[in-house]
């Protein structure tokens, strides 16, 4: 282990032994042997080759947000990649994956270029927004990552490598990053001509809009998967317009429905502002948010024939 960590101090600066809720949203996770955070993408690149090239296992971590850790830990390594550049070229942006969302809404603004305004206030880093093709609808506006991004410069097998939006495939919060070991680098987004003013009082509104929904204790933001209108199974005229026009069934109004505001295990329970919200009440454990997981998607599938899916990372 010691000659690991000084390989380690090679390539960034090196922690061992740090608790994992320090860097999750939803405050739970047990141990990582090391952490390391590293702000230099070349050395990211050298450092995935060498943790590969030992088998030495690993871990992608970008801003937290959007992952529920095991409350034994992770054995191996915790990567941070906290590369942080972001490069302009008439309209477009060419960002870092350490780079937070909220700094990429604000530079396009400040630069005059829209297309990214339902970003705003959304937690987390580029990286992890890739990867998970992360998204926003309001009844105002709405959009996801695919909307704007042409290519994603990635890391795979031991070489650096470019692909094309399509190449990404790019599904409702899914991408290929999702089911291979591909570690994303950096993202370019082609953005359209914007006004910042209008821009901004988008944002700014928007932000106002998510501040309402939020809870004011740790969780990871929405828990499940919206669901395709057409996995509804009983009269349309049940549910709400906006649902038929968005063509999803928002999954907070499927538990609310289900009964299960506030439902709760040990310190894990139902946000009583928002369906979706799993919410650390205090002292929660992973075992705590699965087993409320279980009796969600239980309930739903009782009541309406729909099988959840997780939206969040869940690290077994």
Request: glycine residues 10%; contains cysteine.
């Amino acid at each position: 282990m010691d000659n690991v960590y000084k390989q380690l101090k090679l390539y960034g600066k090196v922690k061992p032994n740090v608790l994992l809720s320090k860097f999750s949203n939803f405050n739970i996770g047990g141990p990582a042997d090391f952490l390391i955070e590293v702000t230099e993408t070349e050395k990211a690149i050298a450092l995935l080759n060498y943790l590969s090239g030992e088998g030495i296992e690993y871990l992608i971590l970008g801003g937290g947000s959007n992952v529920l850790f095991p409350d034994d830990g992770i054995r191996g390594v915790v990567i941070r990649i906290k590369n942080e550049e972001l490069r302009m070229k008439n309209n477009v942006i060419e960002v870092d994956a350490g780079v937070q969302l909220s700094e990429l809404v604000r530079a396009s603004i400040e630069h005059k270029l829209a297309g990214l305004e339902w970003a705003a206030g959304i937690p987390g880093a580029v990286g992890g927004a890739i990867r998970g093709n992360a998204g926003a609808h309001y009844v105002f506006t709405g959009g996801e990552i695919k909307d704007s991004i042409t290519s994603v410069r990635m890391w795979r097998d031991g070489e650096a490598l470019e692909l094309t939006a399509l190449e990404c495939e790019f599904g409702y919060r899914d991408s290929i990053f999702k089911h291979k070991t591909d570690v994303v680098l950096s993202g370019k987004f082609a953005l359209a001509p914007g006004d910042a003013k209008k821009s901004l009082e988008m944002t700014q509104k928007i932000i106002a809009e998510r501040k309402g929904k939020q809870s004011s204790q740790p969780s990871a933001g929405s828990f499940f998967k919206n669901v395709p209108l057409t996995k509804w199974k009983q009269d349309q005229s049940r549910l709400p317009a906006r649902f038929l026009s968005y063509k999803k069934i928002a999954a907070g109004w499927l538990v609310e429905q289900a009964g299960l505001k506030g439902f709760r295990v040990g310190g894990a329970m139902i946000s009583e502002e928002h369906g979706n919200f799993i919410i650390n009440a205090g002292g929660a454990t992973q075992a705590d948010v699965l087993a409320v997981v279980d009796e969600v998607k239980q309930r739903v599938y009782t009541t309406y024939e729909i099988e959840l899916e997780e939206e969040v990372q869940i690290i077994h």
